[in-house]
C-alpha cells in the first residue's frame, strides 16, 4: 500500500458499503473509531459527514469486527450518493448543528398553528434531509392530530415549491391533471394527457408513484417507457410533443414533499393538508396555470362523502387560488375500481386497451378518461362544453390520442408492452347473488400484499362490477404475483376478510 | 467445510454481525438471497425471524458485497440476543403480521378514545417489539396530540403492568419515592432511601435512566455501584438491607415503558399520561403501595406553574387509586438546580457529601432529601410529622443513612467513588449584577452536549445560585467532559443562548 497522510481527528476514508436503505442515509463505525471516542457517537447517534462541499447528516450504527477498519466510516448507498467520494477519500465527521426546526413540530404536536416562517424552516431541513426518520414520523403525526389550516397549508405549499426547482414554460396556459386518488385502477391520466396533448394542449404532466395504493401514474407508466427523465429531457419531450408522462421525483420538483410521502407510506396515514401541499407544491412547481382534479367519492375511497368531498374541493381551490393557480374539481364516482386491472403492469394493460380501442377495453376507463378530457378541454383551452366532449371523443376514436401516447413513449426512452405476472390464482365467490360492494381499501391492500407496486405485474385483475350476478365458484378477481409466497401471503389476507367483495342473498 | 444439509426456501444462516443499533433489531440480508427473491423483501421490509421457539420483527437492509452471503441473514446485537442461535444455525424469516393495533394508534392520531382493550394491544404490541421507530414515534406523537383522559391513562397503565413481570413482597407496607424529574440535580432518592430504610421501612427503589435529562437515578448510582440485577439477587438486598436502588430495565417491570421511552428521547418530547403510566406501572409492578411523588414547579422545570403541579397531582393520585396505590405529591421549588453537580458522577459525589455530612455538602439538597423522607416516614409508617422530620435528621447526622447506603452498595456488587472528568472549563459572568434567573432547560441541554448522561462524568457543576451577586468574569458553572470535542459543542452552545444564567443589572 501508498503512504497516506494521517488522519485528523474528525476524519475518516469512505468505504462503500453496497448497502440499501431506501433514501435514509446510514454511516456505519468501527466501535474504536477515534472519531467516534473524541466526538462522543453512540450507536443511532445522528451525524453529520462532510466531503469538499457537500454534506449529510446519516444515523450512525457502530460494528466491532471486519466490516470496517478503525480509521474507516462504512456508507450507505444513500449516503454515498449524496457525498460523492471515491473510494477511500478523506471525510469528515461532527455533531449536526441542533435542528432548529423540531421545536416548531413539537409546538404543532401540542396544537399551535405555526407560522410561514416555521413552515419553511421545517420544509428546508426536510429537504435537506436533516430529518430522521423518527423526527419525520412526528411531523406527520403532529399535523395527522393537529390539522393545519389553510393559511398553514397555502405556507406548507409555498415552501415546498421553495424547496425545489421550479419549471417554467413558453406557453401561457399549461394544463394538468390529477386525481386525489384512494381508488384502485382509475387509471385516467395517460388517456387523457394523450387526449389533451393531441388536441394542442401543453401539458407537461410529472406524477408520483404510489403512497399507500398499489400504483401511481409512474408506476404505470414505467411498466411501457421510461420515467425517470431529468429536467432538461422532460422538456424537450413536451416542446416537442406537447405532453410527456414523467415521474415527478427525478425533476426535484418539491423534494421535500417525496421524502415526506415515503415515511407517511411507512405509516399509512394521509392527510388533507399534506394532501392539499403535496398536490398542488408540484403543479407550482411544475409550472402548470390550469389544473383539473379528481376527486372520486365512495363509502371505501379516499373521500367517502359528497360533503367531504365539497370540502376538499374548496380547499384545494382557495389554497390554489393563494398560489395563483387555476383549479377546477372534479367529483366522481368512487364506489369500486375504474378498468379492470389493480397494479402497474395490469393498469398499463387497461389504458393501452382503451387508447387502442380494443374490444376488451373497459367501459368505465373509457367514458371517465372522455369526459376528464372534455373538462380539461373546457378549463385549460376555453372550448364550449359539447365541442370538448365531441373533440375528445373524436381524438381517442380516430387513433390520434394513441399515435401521441406512443410519440410520447418513444421521445421518453421508448415502448415497451406491460410485462405479465408469472404467478396467478383466481378467487372465487363463496356464494351466489349479486355484488352489492365492493370495499377498495381492502381490495388495495390486498393488490400490495401480492406484492404491487414494487413488483410490477402484480396485482389484481376484477372479474366482475357491482350489480353482477354470480354464482358460487364464479370468478371474483385473479389475483397475480412475481413469486408464490407473495400471492399466498395475499390469498391469506382475503381468507381473513371475506368482505373483500360483498355479495347479497340472489 | 463440513456437508450441511440444503436450505428450505425460508431459511437462511445465521450471522453475528457486532452491530449495535441500540434495542431496535436490524437483518442484513444479500440483495440475491433467495429467501428475498421469493418473500419480496426489499430494504427497510419489517421481516419476522425465527428460531427454536423464539422470534423476532427486524428491520431489513440490503447488502451486495462481502459482508453476508447469500444464504445467510447478518444479525444485528438486538436482533441476536433476542433469538440466541449460534454461529450458521438456520433461522426462518417471513413475512411478519400486519399489526393490527396500529389502526388503533391511527384512531387516537385522528382524536378517538381508546378501549382498554386497544390500548392493551398496542401495549402488548410494543413489549413484544413488533413497532418499528416510526410506528412508535406515530403512537408517541398521537398521544402528545390527543392527550389521554384518565380512564384511558389508567387503562395505559395497567397494561403496561400487565406487559411486564409483577414483584411481590412479604411486607404489607412497601415504600417507593419518585421525583417527576424536569430539574437538573435533584437527586435526593439515594439519600431518601438510605434513610428511609434505615427508619425499617421497604424501599425497594428501582429507577431510570435519564429520558431527556442529563442524568437518571440510576445513569447516578451506576457510577457508584452495581445497577443492572437480576430480579432475584435485587430481592436479596431488599430482603435484606430493606432497600435497594437498582435499575428498573433490567427487572422488566414495565418493559414496553422502556421501549416507548427510548424514542421519546430521540423526540425530545413528554406527555402527562405517559409520565403518569410509565412512574405508576413501574411502581404497581414493582409491588409498591405507598408512593411519595416529588413534583418540582418552576418557569423551566418541566411542571411550569402551581396549577399545573395541582393538576397532575390531582391525576396522579386518582389514577393511582384506581391501580390500587396510595400517592402523595410533594410540590417543590422547581426554579434552580437543587445541589450543584448536574450529571452521573457530579451528583454522586454530592449525594456522597451530603450522606456524609460534608462540609463543602450542598444544603439547598440536604434539607430536600430531610423534607421527603420525614414526608415518606409519616406517609408509610403512620409516624407524626413533627416526629418524623426528628428521626429523619438523626438517621442522617448520626450517619447511620450513609452506613445504610454503603450497605445497599456493597450488596448490589461493591461501592467506587464516582470518576471525575478529564476535561473541564469554567463559564463566566458576561457583566456584573444578580443572578435573576436560570434556565433549567438549556442548563441541561449544556450538559447534555457535555456528554451526559451517556459519558458518566460529564455535566457541570453550579458555582451560583439564585440572587447571588457577581462579578463579570466570575465564574457561574464548570463544564466537565470526557472529550475536548464534547466540551467545544456544549460550549458552543452556551455562547449561542446567552440566557442559560440571567444577570440583571447590579
Avoid at 322 to 331: A, E, M, N
Avoid at 434 to 456: M, S
Wanted: overall charge negative.
Amino acid at each position: 500500500m501508498s503512504e497516506s497522510p494521517p488522519l485528523g481527528s474528525h476524519q475518516l476514508r469512505a468505504r462503500r458499503l453496497g448497502l440499501e436503505s431506501q433514501t435514509e442515509p446510514l454511516v456505519i463505525m468501527h466501535k474504536n473509531c477515534p472519531v467516534c471516542r473524541s466526538e462522543g457517537f453512540r450507536a443511532k447517534s445522528r451525524v453529520e459527514l462532510r466531503f469538499n462541499d457537500r454534506s449529510v447528516v446519516a444515523t450512525l450504527y457502530q460494528i466491532d469486527d471486519g466490516l470496517v477498519a478503525e480509521d474507516q466510516a462504512g456508507l450507505s448507498e444513500a449516503a454515498w450518493k449524496k457525498l460523492l467520494p471515491n473510494e477511500g477519500d478523506v471525510i469528515e465527521a461532527a455533531h449536526p448543528l441542533a435542528i432548529e426546526s423540531l421545536s416548531a413540530v413539537r409546538a404543532k404536536l401540542y396544537g399551535r398553528r405555526l407560522s410561514a416562517d416555521q413552515l419553511a424552516a421545517i420544509v428546508t431541513d426536510i429537504a435537506a434531509e436533516r430529518y430522521s426518520d423518527v423526527e419525520l414520523a412526528a411531523f406527520i403525526a403532529a399535523y395527522a392530530a393537529q390539522p393545519f389550516d389553510l393559511l398553514e397549508t397555502a405556507a406548507l405549499t409555498d415552501a415546498m415549491v421553495s424547496s425545489g426547482k421550479r419549471i417554467t414554460w413558453s406557453s401561457c396556459v399549461v394544463a394538468d391533471k390529477h386525481c386525489v386518488g384512494g381508488l384502485p385502477g382509475n387509471r385516467t391520466t395517460p388517456i387523457v394527457v394523450a387526449i389533451a396533448a393531441a388536441a394542442g394542449l401543453t401539458v407537461p404532466k410529472s406524477s408520483s408513484r404510489a403512497i399507500t395504493s398499489p400504483a401511481g401514474t409512474a408506476d404505470v407508466m414505467e411498466t411501457m417507457t421510461e420515467v425517470d427523465l431529468p429536467l432538461n429531457r422532460m422538456k424537450a419531450v413536451v416542446e416537442q410533443h406537447g405532453g410527456c408522462l414523467a415521474w415527478g421525483g427525478s425533476l426535484e420538483l418539491s423534494p421535500a414533499d417525496d421524502i415526506i410521502i415515503r415515511v407517511e407510506r411507512a405509516l399509512d396515514v394521509d392527510c388533507e393538508a399534506q394532501l392539499i401541499a403535496s398536490v398542488l407544491s408540484k403543479k407550482v412547481a411544475a409550472g402548470s396555470t390550469h389544473v383539473l382534479l379528481d376527486i372520486p367519492v365512495g363509502p371505501t375511497a379516499k373521500v367517502r362523502t359528497p360533503e367531504e368531498a365539497d370540502v376538499l374541493a374548496h380547499n384545494l381551490v382557495s389554497v390554489g387560488s393563494k398560489l395563483g393557480l387555476i383549479v377546477r374539481p372534479y367529483i366522481s364516482d368512487g364506489s369500486q375500481p375504474v378498468g379492470r386491472g389493480v397494479g402497474p403492469a395490469l393498469e398499463a394493460q387497461d389504458v393501452l386497451a382503451v387508447l387502442r380501442n380494443a374490444p376488451e377495453a373497459p367501459e368505465d376507463l373509457r367514458s371517465k378518461a372522455l369526459a376528464l378530457a372534455a373538462e380539461l378541454l373546457n378549463l385549460a383551452a376555453d372550448i364550449d362544453p359539447d365541442e370538448a366532449r365531441e373533440k375528445a371523443r373524436d381524438l381517442l376514436d380516430s387513433g390520434a390520442a394513441l399515435k401521441k401516447f406512443m410519440e410520447i413513449c418513444e421521445a421518453q426512452g421508448g415502448f415497451t408492452e406491460p410485462p405479465s405476472a408469472p404467478f396467478q390464482t383466481v378467487v372465487t365467490a363463496r356464494e351466489s347473488g349479486r355484488v352489492a360492494a365492493i370495499d377498495n381499501r381492502l381490495l388495495a391492500r390486498a393488490a400490495k400484499l401480492a406484492g404491487a407496486p414494487e413488483a410490477r405485474s402484480a396485482g389484481l385483475r376484477m372479474r366482475v362490477r357491482l350489480g353482477d350476478a354470480v354464482l358460487a365458484g364464479d370468478p371474483l378477481f385473479t389475483l397475480y404475483g412475481e413469486t408464490e409466497g407473495e400471492i399466498d401471503y395475499a390469498l391469506a389476507y382475503i381468507a381473513a376478510n371475506a368482505d373483500v367483495i360483498a355479495i347479497s342473498a340472489p
